[in-house]
């Protein structure tokens, strides 16, 4: 049902970004467990009908963390090695794929 799926969608999300820290981290153990439970919960929604609409990219989930701390486009951008416009870019992906309409939004969701 919907419940269900919001929530695999904020575990999806969760898992993202503990796999973005264990990269910034270099954590391999940490990235090998966050790889294995996106594939757990992937699997259970494929299986389920659901497409993977909800998961985020590495990269995606770098930015979100970075977002819910407070930090603004240029910030990001700044601290990634990005530019604004790519930033912006995943910002309204991020939105999209989490279906929220704002940073507070997002921080509420993975906060």
Do not use: P
Not at 5 to 13: M, N, P
Not at 37 to 42: F, K
């Amino acid at each position: 049902d919907a419940e269900e799926c919001g929530r695999r969608g904020v575990a999806r999300s969760v898992a993202a970004l503990a796999l973005a820290a264990a990269v910034r981290r270099d954590d391999t153990e940490l990235a090998r467990e966050a790889r294995a439970v996106q594939a757990r919960i992937g699997a259970r929604s494929r299986r389920a009908g659901l497409s993977g609409a909800h998961h985020l990219t590495v990269r995606e989930s770098q930015i979100a963390a970075l977002v819910t701390q407070g930090l603004d486009n240029h910030e990001v951008a700044r601290a990634l090695h990005l530019s604004v416009r790519t930033v912006e870019g995943h910002v309204s992906r991020i939105y999209a794929k989490l279906g929220v309409a704002s940073r507070s939004e997002l921080a509420a969701l993975l906060g």
